[in-house]
């Protein structure tokens, strides 16, 4: 990336204004420090890779007193969804493990090999893969079901890693849609060039991942699906409590639990649910 961009500068003609310096952020030494900040840090919903954490770094390091960064705030949301893919990753989730029991049938009738003790460690991976992991889609906005909530603001200037190792929420969601499914969640963000208080930018631009008709982004959105959904209708209200953390085995990966209760508009309380997700 580094001979690409000197490449650039020098075929426009400003190899006396730029100075490509290449290197890890944790590591590179500068020759003073900077005004402006700008970086395309944002992972799927938003957090996932933690390449945060390196724009904090440069911040901390390099940033003069009075700085700005773009972006220089940023915003996290969430919404129940509807979506066809819940059954869809259901019927693979059951495709996947008749397979394997054929397997294990005809294994063990034509070799002798009984393969039966691998059968809990086959159906807690396949359940994690087809049922618990989440998904990147670009969602319609019509498949969004109830209000959308903001679940974490950031910003730019302020935050600490250790602001961002552990997330949660306490959020509500009336539903607006009439007489439909509920089948989890989607999350997106947003992010804003808004600069600082003290030297704000002339024109505020806000940079968002949420569903659009036409306007997608490769971010998408991050789909957590519930199986089975469940039938709500417009009035009816979602109460949720959302925690994500770091991996502890890859700190670029995510683990999103969701605890939910759902409040019907007759006044009727639904069990409570929930269900842990992985972003891979």
């Known amino acids: 990336m580094a001979e690409h961009a000197r490449e650039l500068v020098k075929t426009n003609g400003f190899e006396h204004v730029v100075e490509v310096i290449e290197g890890s952020m944790e590591d590179i030494t ?5 005004d402006v900040i700008i970086s395309e840090w944002m992972g799927y919903f938003l957090l996932r890779e933690s390449m945060f954490d390196s724009v904090i770094c440069a911040r901390d390091r390099w940033l003069n007193p009075d700085g700005v960064m773009y972006p220089s705030h940023a915003r996290m949301w ?3 969804i509807r979506s066809g893919l819940v059954d869809q990753k259901k019927i693979d989730y059951d495709r996947a493990m008749d397979d394997w029991s054929h ?3 005809e294994t063990k009738t034509f070799y002798g090999v009984d393969m039966g003790s691998l059968t809990k460690p086959f159906t807690d991976e396949q359940r994690k893969y087809y049922l618990q992991t989440s998904l990147w889609n670009n969602l319609h906005p019509n498949q969004v079901i109830g209000k959308p909530a903001v679940i974490k603001e950031i910003d730019c200037l302020t935050s600490s890693v250790n602001d961002l190792l552990s997330l949660q929420a306490n959020i509500s969601s ?3 849609a009439e007489n439909t499914r509920f089948c989890g969640f989607g999350g997106w963000f947003d992010v804003h060039f ?9 024109n505020e631009i806000e940079l968002t991942t949420a569903p659009s008709e036409d306007l997608g982004t490769h971010w998408g959105q991050q789909v957590f699906l519930f199986y089975p959904s469940t039938r709500v209708s417009q009035g009816d209200n979602m109460t949720m409590n959302f925690s994500m953390n770091r991996s502890k085995e890859n700190h670029r990966l995510l683990e999103v639990e969701f605890d939910c209760e759902l409040r019907q508009s007759s006044g009727n309380s639904l069990p409570s649910f929930s269900k842990k997700f992985y972003i891979e």
């Open 30 to 34: 500068l020759p003073e420090k900077v």
């Open 103 to 105: 397997f294990v049938n």
């Open 174 to 176: 009336n539903i607006t």
């Open 78 to 80: 969430v919404a129940p």
């Open 194 to 202: 808004r600069g600082r208080k003290e030297n704000p930018a002339k």
